[in-house]
Nanobody, 122 residues
Framework: QVQLVESGGGWVQPGGSLRLSCEAT????????LAWFRQAPGKEREFVAG????????YDTDSVSGRFTISRDNAKGTVFLEMNSLKPEDTAVYYC???????????????WGQGTQVTVSS
């Protein structure tokens, strides 16, 4: 059983940056693909970015192209999401998720964190 705990959310002005972290415990971290999803009020949860077991990255290019970067540190059991040039439409609860394989579908992920709020406004 994998437990995921996100941190690093908060309030930032448009154009600013945040770095989200997600620490995993209770499993062999390197056996999992990790991803970040987000959910804004009144909207469905959507895929943001993912990283496979071997480090290959996948992004929702329409929404985060060139602005967000996902990375993982297997030694620390942590996955990161570096977010730059933030926009008001990036405001959402951001969730970390783990799965045996990397896809962009939330239904394929077995483990989820509790989420961290990101608010982008002036």
């Amino acid at each position: 059983q994998v437990q995921l705990v996100e941190s690093g959310g908060g309030w930032v002005q448009p154009g600013g940056s945040l770095r989200l972290s997600c620490e995993a415990t209770g499993g062999t971290f390197s056996n999992y693909a990790l991803a970040w999803f987000r959910q804004a009020p009144g909207k469905e949860r959507e895929f943001v970015a993912g990283v496979s077991k071997n480090g290959a990255q996948l992004y929702d290019t329409d929404s985060v192209s060139g602005r967000f970067t996902i990375s993982r540190d297997n030694a620390k059991g942590t996955v990161f999401l570096e977010m730059n040039s933030l926009k008001p439409e990036d405001t959402a609860v951001y969730y970390c998720a783990a799965s045996g394989r990397l896809t962009a579908s939330a239904g394929n992920f077995d483990y989820w964190g509790q989420g961290t709020q990101v608010t982008v406004s002036s």
